[in-house]
Structure formats: structure tokens, C-alpha cells
């Protein structure tokens, strides 16, 4: 067959591909289209925009509009939660870097104190946080800005906290706040500029020392903590028995340490271990649950 001229031959092939073109589906995905299609910034895809009002849109209401829109009846976030181990931290980490007001809750300088609902009892914990505020404003902003947040799988919901008597009360105890009763009533009724009294009630300082232990053995005698912990620097520690029943083999005790970073210590080395045997004539009651332990934040 004789070849066409080249003249012929590009007349037929844009014959064929005008022909063809409109029956064959594009390969390119319909998101990468519209990315490259759409590279104004005036006019982003409603893909975008749904994406920023989600996951990272700045603050768009005036602190007047959040009070109208939020209504708090108090300065005091709570968070109802049945993992203990969130800290401080973690509620700041998920405020969005973006918000004009991140200086505000910044790690070392934000104004706000998290403290564990705990039983004024026996210090156990009741699954739930607290984020104390020194405004209704501040609650409102960060309430705002971690609306669509999630920590560690779960879903921020938070809401506000009545100032009452149950609230506060789980907030600390006669354990560990020798001023607590006196703290707690002034608390109950000041509904304004009363960050200063929960920061006293709270104790941040003077609470991270202490620590909460859980299955200790029966029958210690006294002096046995004292030399175990010999190398923690505990002149003046002393060991507050909570609960003691034998029948239903409870146990649990507080220790207080003169530093925070002895409290550390002491919860890395023997949370989670089995006690160790130390009179050999007389030995202690163990449980068969290991230690447990945690610092009373």
C-alpha cells in the first residue's frame, strides 16, 4: 500500500480525533481538575471551603457575639471523659495554631487550670475535667475554636459547669487542701472574678505532690515506706491512709513528697509493679493487682 503524503495523513488523524475525543473519558480524576482548574484564591471550590470551615477557619464572630451565642453560666468548662491520663497539654495542643487568639492559650502562658473531677473522699476519679477560665469570655473563644476538635479519638464536647456545690466539691479535698471548706464556700458564691479563689481551691502546686496509691499490702509496719523511699529525700513525708478494708481488700493511701519531680519518680518506678517482700518473718498481705499509682492533678 503506497503511503500517504504527510499533508494527507495529519487531515486524517484530526478527522479521527475529533471523531473520538468526546467519546473517551477524561483520565484525569475530577479532584485534581478542579485544584488546577481553580487556582484563584478569590474564588476557592466549595471542597475548600468546607474543608477550612472544618478543620482550620480562624475565629469569624466578635467575643460579644460568642457570649450572645453561648450564654455561659459560668467560667468553667467541663469535659466528661473516661480516659485519666489527658493532661494540660493535650487541651492545649488541639487549639487551632491559626486563631488570632493562640497567644492567649500558649503552653507556659496560658490563664486556665484543668483539674481532674475526683472524689473529695478517697481522690478517685470521676471521669470527668475540668477547664477553669479567668473569664466567660476566654471559655467562650476556646469552646469556639476546638468546637470540631477531637482528642485521642473522642470528641470535644464540652459544656458548661454550674457553680455549685457538687462541682467545686470534686474539684479538690480536705486531703490535700487543708483550707478547702473555708475555699469551697467562698467559691459557691462568688459567680465573678473567681479565678483567683478556684486557683487557691484547685492548689495546682502543692496538689501535684502528692500521690494517690492503690493496693498496698496489709500489716506494713510503720517506718517501711520511710526506708524504701530512702534515696527520695523525704524527711517530713508521711503516709494519709484513705481506705482500708480487708473484706473487700481495698486499700489505698496518700503520700505526700517535698518535690513534684520526687512524685514523678516515685509513680514511674512503682506504677503497675508487684510488691517485693520485705520482712520475711512476718510477711505483708499482698493483693494480686499489682500498685497503683497517680499523681493527684
Known amino acids: 500500500m503506497k503511503k500517504l503524503p504527510n499533508e494527507a495523513s495529519n487531515r486524517l488523524m484530526n478527522i479521527l480525533y475529533s471523531k473520538t475525543a468526546p467519546k473517551v473519558a477524561p483520565t484525569t480524576s475530577t479532584l485534581t481538575r478542579t485544584l488546577y482548574e481553580n487556582t484563584t484564591l478569590d474564588q476557592p471550590t466549595t471542597a475548600t471551603t468546607t474543608y477550612s470551615d472544618l478543620i482550620s477557619q480562624p475565629l469569624q464572630l466578635e467575643s460579644q457575639d460568642l457570649l450572645d451565642r453561648y450564654k455561659p453560666i459560668s467560667n468553667i468548662l467541663q469535659f466528661n471523659c473516661y480516659n485519666s491520663y489527658i493532661s494540660k497539654q493535650d487541651f492545649l495542643r488541639v487549639y487551632p495554631t491559626n486563631s488570632r487568639f493562640k497567644e492567649l492559650f500558649t503552653v507556659g502562658k496560658v490563664p486556665l487550670e484543668v483539674v ?167 510477711p505483708e498481705i499482698q493483693f494480686f493487682e499489682p500498685i497503683l499509682c497517680e499523681i493527684v492533678d
Open 116 to 282: 481532674k473531677s475526683r472524689n473529695p473522699q478517697d481522690l478517685s476519679f470521676n471521669q470527668a475535667y475540668y477547664l477553669v477560665f479567668p473569664s466567660k469570655l476566654l471559655a467562650c473563644i476556646y469552646l469556639y475554636e476546638t468546637s470540631t476538635k477531637m482528642l485521642n479519638g473522642v470528641h470535644l464536647n464540652f459544656k458548661f459547669a454550674n457553680l455549685n456545690q457538687e462541682n467545686l466539691s470534686n474539684m479538690s479535698s480536705t486531703l490535700i487542701n487543708p483550707k478547702y471548706s473555708t475555699l469551697l464556700d467562698k467559691a459557691s458564691g462568688c459567680e465573678d472574678d473567681n479565678y483567683e479563689i478556684l486557683q487557691q481551691l484547685i492548689s495546682r502546686d502543692e496538689r501535684s505532690k502528692y500521690v494517690r496509691i492503690q493496693n498496698l499490702p496489709f500489716n506494713l509496719k510503720p517506718g517501711t515506706i520511710q526506708k524504701l523511699l530512702w534515696d527520695y529525700n523525704l524527711p517530713n513525708s508521711k503516709v494519709i491512709p484513705i481506705t482500708k478494708d480487708l473484706t473487700n481488700e481495698t486499700n489505698i493511701s496518700l503520700i505526700k513528697f517535698n518535690h513534684i519531680m520526687d512524685a514523678q519518680r516515685f509513680v514511674r518506678n512503682f506504677h503497675g509493679k508487684k510488691w517485693d517482700r520485705i520482712n520475711k518473718k512476718d
